[in-house]
């Protein structure tokens, strides 16, 4: 949703944290506005 939201999408260095935290298998959350992100919330069942 993000991506769609942000004129220039989601920077390169969050979309990289992103993945790696999804290659972990945990769940990302983006948190922010429609002009930027404001934070990451990642979550893994334990």
Do not use: C, R, Y
Not at 19 to 43: C, D, F, P, W
């Amino acid at each position: 949703m993000f991506e769609e939201l942000l004129t220039k999408g989601i920077p390169d260095d969050l979309k990289t944290t992103i993945a790696h935290l999804q290659n972990q298998g945990k769940t990302v959350i983006v948190s922010g506005t429609s002009k930027e992100v404001l934070g990451l919330i990642a979550v893994a069942d334990v």
